[in-house]
């Protein structure tokens, strides 16, 4: 299949050791991206709006700004020798003023294409199917006729998602039967959106995929329960038959060389109960679902994203131990400090966010266990996530 991309693009540069690396986000993943870069012997300068953020804790210098201030992308990228970002809602146009060479300007290995897809999710269906992957069925509708006909042609039930700016379930709207049409947006305030279909899956599932440019390795695929509308836990691997999980790799190779992805992109799946394996969503970064690879795999998805970057080799990861990640929300943090003496089995990882907020993804806990539902059992009997049962 063609590449999408509008760039020339081969492997990455190699980066050296002491060069900086500038990230536009300063979240939990972009705190992990800077301790796998330190790791390596990497600088690490920040953009975030909030002051000593999880990154800046664990970086070298911090950029207090909006991630639209292009002003301060321009003063990251003029110290940095690469720029990556940790979320998708990073204006593509900043990134691409200071692209290249010269003063002021620094490499973007990721590009400004896969953020663009990711950003609208007419862009990501389409780029999806057009690389002959199949996702939901969908229709982009812009007003309520449009939104009419394409239940006449999909039907009920169906989730109506704004194409852009929408996680953890915001953005959506589940249409289960016509008396949910009241909670639709009227015409004179209605985004840009898409009308999905109903997938009968089994499970949901995710995988991993990095690249430097030119060559690219693939994660297990992983089975991932939400509990409203955010992933509460993960287990790795997911049990799949042999021909899903190929799919599974398949479709992710073929995703990354139409990006000709450099860093890691996360796939979220659908798999049905006839064995079928759908996209649902790219994320162009590391991804909650990835976590657990930081204890159980040969090389975790933040070296592999800083390794794709920084156009280092990739080794293909191997799943040294099945494990299960679950994540500690905003709720959980007291139950789950209260914990923690008695679990040595728990891998504790504390973000440093400095508001604890209800709902707000605040850590995860990662234990390796040769038996994935015996672990999940035991975390859930704890009584810490009982409020999500």
């Not at 002051?51 to 950029?63: E, L, M, S, Y």
């Not at 039907?155 to 953005?171: I, M, N, Q, R, S």
């Not at 990006?259 to 992109?265: E, P």
Request: aromatic share 6%; with cysteine; glycine share 10%.
């Amino acid at each position: 299949m063609p590449s999408l991309c509008d760039e020339t693009r081969g492997a990455v540069s190699r980066l050296m050791p002491g060069s900086t690396i500038g990230i536009v986000g300063g979240g939990q993943l972009g705190r992990m991206m800077a301790l796998s870069a330190k790791y390596m012997g990497f600088r690490v300068g920040v953009l975030d709006p909030t002051p000593n953020c999880p990154t800046a804790q664990v970086g070298d210098f911090q950029i207090v700004a909006d991630y639209d201030d292009k002003a301060a992308i321009r003063e990251l990228a003029a110290k940095s020798d690469v720029l990556t970002y940790e979320f998708e809602n990073v204006d593509a146009d900043a990134l691409d003023e200071v692209r290249g060479v010269g003063e002021g300007r620094c490499a973007v290995p990721q590009g400004t294409d896969l953020l663009r897809v990711t950003q609208n999710r007419i862009a990501e269906k389409s780029f999806v199917n057009r690389h002959g992957i199949e996702t939901a069925p969908w229709r982009a509708v812009g007003n309520r006729a449009e939104l009419d006909a394409a239940l006449s042609e999909l039907g009920y039930p169906a989730v109506l998602k704004t194409c852009e700016g929408g996680y953890d379930g915001h953005g959506q709207i589940v249409l289960r039967s016509a008396d949910d049409l009241a909670a639709v947006w009227p015409d004179d305030d209605f985004p840009q959106a898409i009308l999905e279909g109903f997938v009968d899956f089994a499970f949901e599932a995710s995988i991993l995929v990095s690249g430097d440019g030119e060559h690219y390795v693939t994660f297990p695929i992983v089975r991932n329960v939400h509990r409203n509308n955010i992933l509460h836990m993960t287990i790795a691997p997911a049990e799949v038959p042999d021909e899903v999980a190929a799919r599974a790799h398949e479709l992710a190779l073929t995703l990354a060389g139409g990006f000709r992805l450099a860093g890691t992109l996360a796939i979220e799946l659908f798999v049905t109960r006839d064995g079928r394996v759908l996209v649902n969503e790219l994320a162009p970064r590391p991804h909650n679902s990835g976590h657990y690879t930081i204890e159980a795999c040969s090389i975790d998805q933040f070296d592999a994203h800083i390794r794709g970057i920084a156009g280092w080799p990739l080794p293909q990861p191997r799943l040294l131990s099945p494990a299960v990640m679950v994540n500690v929300l905003g709720q959980h943090v007291a139950p789950t400090r209260a914990l923690i003496g008695g679990h040595p089995e728990w891998n504790v990882h504390d973000y440093g966010k400095a508001q604890v907020k209800h709902d707000r993804k605040m850590g995860h806990i990662t234990v390796l266990a040769d038996d994935t539902d015996a672990a999940a059992r035991a975390l859930e009997a704890t009584g810490c996530w009982d409020d999500l049962r």
